[in-house]
């Protein structure tokens, strides 16, 4: 076998550009979040060394995305006007914007996180209207059991991040800080409709179209995702907001709908709970590495977050004993997809080496 024959190589370089899944970006979303709620709960060793992880991740995941834009740009445009994978895109932003928290929270550290608020602002303005464009122009479209996936709320992760990191950097910049609060409560207000318009058409195809083992993956855990990270900027809207004229009177709306978003959160997590039983021991379907099980594990560090937060918001230390114990259901969860991607490199790394001997 020619050595210099790429072609010929199952596992290469173009090849993981070429296939690289366009929401691999919830890997840092999900890092991200399970080190927040570590940091909150004191255990801040393990936090810190997710947030090394984080930025290696964030790094590398950009250069490979910049590079599958310019090396396979057909199939990058391709999967952004997907339906089933240009949502993927929208990983992007909630990284980003995880990321930049993760940072202000950890390190303090005002200028980067501030930046990397910039850069998650700037792609949800370009992300979200260009791939909402795109599938509303479209002349042939897919039908919705094909298309439709948990994967679709990452629009309102996205979009609640904007609103998380926002209201957190308001305090440092005096001048501006009312017209930050008031964009991060818009911000959050359009997040929450966009995910009363997503779930009714997602409970919709669950309940009047067959739905596969196959196709029950890990993004579905989004449906509880997008409302813990909902809860979690309505929280952070209602502890950052107290002295803020035009949100002093509307707390009790704040606080009112904050808690609706985390009852309908905790409403998820039997039903998917249920659902993943019967995926994986009723139609024993293989339990494998999939970049998407990233999309499951994210939801578990931000209902631990959003649930220690909303304790805070509404003086009900009674909530706090929830995230004492789900934070080790999200560690564990984190621990093993990243065992797995682990142990995918590494039988892709055999593989690659034994094709080319």
Known sequence: ???????????????????????????????????????????????????????????????????????????????????????GFFTMIAGSGTLGSQILLITHNVTIAFWLWILTLFLWLVLIYTVFTAFTVKETKPPIENSLNGGWLVAIVGTQSVSILGAQLAGNFPAWHSILMFFALAMWLGGGMLYIWIISMIFYRYMFFRLRADEFTSPYWINMGATAITTLAGATLIIEGHNISFMVGMMPFLKG??????????????????????????????????????????????????????????????????PKYFIFVALLAWIATFLGLLATWVHYGRESWSSNR
């Open 1 to 87: 076998m020619n050595k210099n024959d790429s072609s010929l190589t199952p596992i290469s370089l173009k090849s993981t550009l070429e296939m690289l899944n366009p929401a691999y970006f919830a890997l840092v979303m999900a890092t991200g979040i399970v080190s927040i709620a570590s940091w909150l709960l004191g255990m801040h060793r393990i936090a810190e060394v997710l947030l090394v992880i984080n930025v290696v991740a964030f790094v590398t995941l950009w250069i490979l995305t910049i590079l599958r834009a310019f090396m396979y740009t057909q199939r990058f445009f391709s999967d952004l006007t997907n339906h089933k994978l240009g949502v």
């Open 257 to 322: 709908f904050t808690l609706f978003f985390w009852a309908a959160g905790t409403w998820w997590i039997p039903m998917l709970v249920i659902l993943g039983i019967w995926r994986y021991v009723y139609c024993r379907f293989p339990l494998r590495y999939d970049p998407l099980h990233w999309g499951g594990v994210f939801p578990l560090g931000m209902y631990t977050a959003c649930t220690l937060l909303l304790a805070r918001a509404l003086g009900t230390p009674f909530l706090t004993e929830i």
